[in-house]
């Protein structure tokens, strides 16, 4: 008897591969009634692929052993409900910190040169009548880094390159790092020319950038949100953006994706990004790779590579 597992949603088609030719999967977003398939079959259900794993999913599949996380943010799975009954949850963490630290810097530097709107300004004709204007620089410039973990030592390491100062805001400060450690994120937000967010999403930071520390990062500063919505507020972010009291802001995630406020999307100062951070095809791929190689260790009795609980 193969083991079977349960999958809410898409994965990479890699990873589906990987799935189908160890486990029997069911692929529970192509039932005509999610709920009364669940009600019929999900004893049998022994695994979770992917994400977004709420206490009824959990009800659902009562013996359920392990959550195999697609991503490395886990605050879409309850965890706490989870390690109460036992069940296991991983993640993917270190295989996307690369692309994740080159979509930040490539989002800054087109936030700074304005090239999105550079590209449109060629493509509507417009050079033809005149220049576009003079714009910033990374060069000289203090970034202060939300959440100094994995990703956040690449973005440091490649801010660097670009020679920039870089400062940080989290938890506690790591000794071992040789960049100044700010322990209010007001005071950093007060002394940087950009803010740069990679920190996890959940209760704990929700709304973390607030109306105070966007308007001391203030006219010339720039946001750079990279890891989850709910950091920030985001109507405040917007009216400030709209009256000029922030500089700028680069966007990769928002609070109801896929649904971005149409305000954005008629700001000069602003770019936007469809929560792409990890979005390549190698990156995808190792993630894929690490979720069944959980799976594998766990259903072999062996440790877990990337546990959260």
């Not at 036992?86 to 979509?103: G, K, Q």
């Not at 990156?283 to 069944?292: C, K, N, Q, S």
């Amino acid at each position: 008897m193969t083991i079977e597992i349960v999958q809410t949603g898409k994965l990479l088609a890699s990873c589906e591969a990987a799935l189908a030719e160890r486990y029997t999967v069911h692929k529970l977003f192509e039932q005509a009634d999610p709920k009364a398939w669940l009600a019929e079959n999900g004893a049998r259900i022994r695994a979770h692929a992917g994400s977004g794993v709420q206490a009824d999913m959990m009800d659902a599949l009562p013996n359920l052993e392990i959550i195999a996380g697609f991503g490395v943010g886990y605050d879409n799975i309850d965890t706490k409900t989870a390690k109460a009954r036992n069940i296991r949850v991983t993640n993917t963490p270190d295989v996307l910190n690369d692309a994740v630290a080159e979509l930040t810097i490539g989002m800054m530097i087109a936030l700074a040169r304005r090239i999105p709107q550079a590209d449109q300004f060629v493509r509507q004709g417009k050079w033809t009548k005149g220049q576009i204007g003079l714009f910033s620089e990374l060069t000289g410039k203090t970034v202060g880094i939300v959440g100094l973990g994995r990703i956040g030592k690449e973005i440091a390491s490649r801010a660097q390159a670009m020679k920039m100062r870089v400062v940080y805001h989290g938890r506690k400060r790591q000794p071992n790092e040789p960049h100044v450690f700010y322990d209010k994120l007001v005071d950093m937000a007060r002394d940087s020319d950009w803010l740069v967010l990679i920190a996890p999403g959940g209760k704990g930071t929700q709304h973390i950038v607030n109306r105070e520390v966007l308007e001391a990062l203030g006219p010339k500063g720039n946001l750079v949100n990279i890891s989850r919505g709910s950091l920030v507020d985001e109507p405040v972010l917007l009216e400030l953006l709209q009256s000029g009291a922030l500089g700028g802001a680069a966007l990769d995630v928002f609070d109801d994706e896929p649904n971005v406020p149409e305000a954005f999307f008629a700001l000069e100062n602003v770019v936007l990004s469809p929560h792409q951070g990890s979005a390549t095809v190698q990156t995808r791929d190792a993630m894929g790779a690490l979720l069944v190689a959980n799976l594998d260790a766990h259903f072999a009795g062996e440790p877990l590579i990337s546990a959260v609980v």
